[in-house]
């Protein structure tokens, strides 16, 4: 700051850093809040003008139209808040489920793109370089057009016994309600309890007297295996819901729609290239020494991957997936495009009925930042416990 | 120093494509004796010390260690990596391990020892390498000194019988050379069978028993230090060694 | 051959003279597999038992995938005739291409007037692919985009020169697909500029607001973008002022594309030197100077890469206007499809699309693979 001479104190004060970065600071901030105010403004005189209201009131109105598919009951005579609930859980359910399947596809891609078999090699790069190269929209645009082009229920296609692919959706049998079902499920998490147990039990034998234990396989056996025996204890109740064609349609048995089908199937197939390439970059990015030096310890090569190589690569792996995450439960918002009730679809029908396109677009932006936002959160929390400690 | 040799290279050849990198190689190394190998850059040196723990492969020739011959079969090759240690130029140590994990990682893995006789096992050889207070440090944390020494003890936690060096301290500021050439001193004093390929002159004045000098993969000249420093045979030692030694 | 006795200290050792000379010696070759592709495939297909298992899987599958796809899609198609001759015979039928490419091309725009936006789209094409060349990195190069525009608007729009007027409601298809990435990353760069470097600032309410507006833009969908630009803008306005459609599209997706470029552009400029600025403070340059002078010449040069990768991605996500009502090449080729006659070969109408979409994102990234390495060489030290 300059210490000017008090004749020269006007001067000094408008050319000291500290007064010019606050007046910088002040002029941007009163243009921002300039503009804010002028559209606001505007906003609210031109709804005036077309006899719209303002406010959230419009959400407890009864919604008045139908939604294709809902997890959780839904009549049109329940509230536009109720609708774009579940929107919301539709949009939560195709992510979850594309992420689940566009990770395991771009694993097991990216892995192959590494594979020392030229033609695996080849064919994974060819699924890669062919997929993100062409827009998600075309892309569902094709597989919604397959979907519905399936021939129609009384000509499905039948693959497995009891599974019908047709233009309706695919139909699945499911199990019919059993008594012992609950007790399924406690025999699943008992056997993954004690998975877990005999895992801490061997990696503390191992430490103590250096022997080795396959505890992943045991404890896979032991997961799976118990409700297992239990099931075939009780006799083994295969009672299926068999969908069986009545009419024009099925009955019975589980849905997916055809548009959560080709939703799903655009999405994993489109974010799984993605993945692919993350994955694999991930991999080169280990330096080829740290295998070297493993190997020359005499570590095989599996273990070298699993100890030494796997650690490093999931650093470099795992932010940019988070991001792909991201950008996948962005991209389910195309679902407006091909008749999928998310939450996008659902807020412009709403829209659309109610004219309230400030307050439906607003709540579709906040649902979105809270989900970005917590999953920035979620990635900052793991780099920063996972980060290589350097000086 | 008696009996058969521990290492052993017989006619070995190895091509990249169709650049031949190793001509003719034959070497031969006691138990307990210390080899070093230097030449210019491009000669092979590293290629034929990583083809004796088969991180490269030669395509002809034969390559015995401690009798056991290096082919294809992966349990030979297993066996003779547990008994033979190598040192890299960029220590390759395991940023997401301590330095005791570092240590400890091998011999728990591979040798299924307990984990407390590992571990008192690992801090033995940090106070051999000198530096037992880094013990629960990661290697980012420390200086490239340091980490040589760790890598040294790391390759030692094997507990091998042949030791082998790719250009520990090339990688070195000047300071910090002395402080991991004392300790493969150190080794060499107590009697392990080591081959190293080094530009270290006064080093292998010290500790060799025999300089292999290579040039465009071939052994050019093998000799013991005293006659190879003051008497190379052939015009190219001399060439290089004027270079080396020169400055 | 020499070997050497490692106990003997003899000084009377090995003649120098053996050594190295390789005339005692057979010049060895290294060993040949008895036919080259043989030992190729036996490495690298048929090493191990796994391998030889996964490729006889990856060899059926394409046995099961190639063949009927060549019939239908080769063999089999129609590229000329009726429709009907399509359905009944079966093959693929490239017809609805051939017959109604021009739909596709140019939606909705006159069709007697179309080689006005095909010659727009090969000025675009002209320009950017000049772009590509570093030869062609001047000032210079800015004026020609600057004129291209020029042409491009006045082709477009014409009114003048016997051209009739046509409306921006009616342009779509290839050029409007063009016009919406090339214009949206050009007009967004400037804008991305200033929130890149009000994010690395020192003011806080500045880096506040730029912080705010990228991790906002970010976290949203481009759609719900496209559809705030297309429902609120008309509301932004004052009454009376209209804005147009093909405009509103434009701005939501430079508006978005700022954001991402802005993350871009800051890497750029975090990967100079502190030194750098550091020199330029103390020779007593002002910020602005400092900025336009020493660093963002030397950041944008390594930020290329990254904004091709975005311009991809960009030409990628302009197929999302469909949904605000834009007719651009896929939604025009989704209007081709609308007929019932030609709806049932949707396959052939998207594959075609994908194509054009295909081609040009794959030959850019190629582009940009390329020009990092370039770029890198350039920077060795």
Known sequence: MAIGHPGNAKRSLFYSARFRGILYQVVVVALVVALGWYLVHNTLTNLAARGIATGFDFLGREAGFDIGESPIAYTPADSYAHALVVGLLNTLVVAALGIALATLIGVVVGIARLSGNWLVARLATLYVEGVRNVPLLLQLFVWYGIVTSLPGPRQALNPLPGIFLSNRGLKVPLPEAHPIHPWLLLALLGGFGLAWGVRRWAIARHDRTGRPFPWMLTGLGLTLGLPLVLFLAVGAPLAMDVPTLRGFNFAGGGTLSPEFAALLAGLSVYTAAFIAEIVRSGILAVPAGQTEAALSLGLSRAKTLRLVIMPQALRVIIPPLTSQYLNLTKNSSLAVAIGYPDLVSVANTTINQTGHAVEGIGVVMAVFLVISLALSLLMNWYNAKVALVTR | MAGSPVVELIDVQKWYGSFHVLKDIVLSVGKGEKVVVCGPSGSGKSTMIRCINRLEEHQSGRIVVNGIELGDDLKAIEAIRKDVGMVFQSFNLFPHLTVLENLTLAPLWVKNVPKAEAEALAMHYLERVRIPEQARKYPGQLSGGQQQRVAIARALSMKPSIMLFDEPTSALDPEMVKEVLDVMIGLAEDGMTMICVTHEMGFARAVADTMVFMAEGRVVETAPPAEFFANPRNERTRQFLGQIIGH | ?381
């Not at chain 3, 060895?28 to 080259?36: G, T, V």
């Not at chain 3, 409007?176 to 009000?198: D, N, Q, R, W, Y």
């Not at chain 3, 340059?285 to 390594?302: E, G």
Request: aromatic residues 12%; glycine residues 8%.
């Open chain 3, 1 to 381: 051959m020499i070997g050497f006795e490692p106990h003997d200290h003899s000084p009377t050792g090995i003649a120098a003279a053996d050594v190295e000379e390789p005339s005692a010696a057979v010049a060895a070759q290294p060993p040949k597999p008895p036919l080259k592709l043989l030992g190729w495939a036996r490495e690298n297909l048929f090493g191990s038992v796994p391998n030889t298992i996964l490729t006889l899987l990856a060899l059926w599958l394409l046995w099961e995938v190639v063949p009927p796809l060549l019939s239908w899609g080769l063999f089999h198609a129609h590229v000329t005739g009726a429709a009907a001759q399509c359905r009944e015979e079966g093959g693929a039928c490239w017809t609805l291409v051939t017959e109604r490419h021009r739909l596709m091309l140019f939606g909705v725009y006159p069709y007697d007037q179309h080689w006005r936006p095909l010659l727009a789209t090969f000025i675009v094409i002209a320009l950017l692919a000049t772009s590509t060349l570093r030869r062609f990195w001047r000032p210079a190069l800015l004026w020609a985009w600057g004129g291209g525009f020029v042409a491009i608007a006045g082709l477009m729009w014409g009114g003048f020169l016997g051209m009739p007027y046509v409306e921006t409601a009616l342009w779509g298809g290839l050029p409007l697909t063009l016009a919406l990435a090339v214009l949206g990353i050009a007009l967004s760069f400037p804008f991305s500029i200033i929130l890149a470097l009000g994010r690395r600032s020192n003011l806080p309410a500045i880096r506040a607001l730029s912080v705010g507006y990228i991790e906002l833009v970010r976290g949203l969908p481009l759609v719900s973008v496209l559809f705030m630009a297309s429902v609120m803008f008309p509301l932004f306005l004052p009454e009376g002022v209209t804005i147009d459609k093909l405009l509103r599209a434009l701005v939501g997706i430079m508006l978005f594309t700022a954001a991402y470029l802005a993350e871009a552009v800051r890497g750029g400029l975090q990967a100079i030197p502190r030194g750098q600025e550091e020199a330029a403070d103390a020779l007593g340059l002002s910020y602005w100077r400092k900025m336009r002078l020493i660093v963002l010449p030397q950041a944008l040069r390594l930020v290329i890469p990254p904004i091709v990768n975005q311009f991809i991605s960009c030409f990628k996500d302009t197929s999302l206007v469909t949904i605000v009502g834009l007719y651009d090449l896929l939604a025009a080729t989704k209007a081709a499809l609308a007929d019932p006659e030609w709806r049932p070969f949707f396959v052939e109408g998207y594959v075609s699309a994908a194509l054009v979409y295909w081609s040009f994102c794959f030959f850019m990234s190629r582009y940009s693979q390329w020009l990092e390495r370039q770029l890198a060489t350039g920077q060795r030290r």
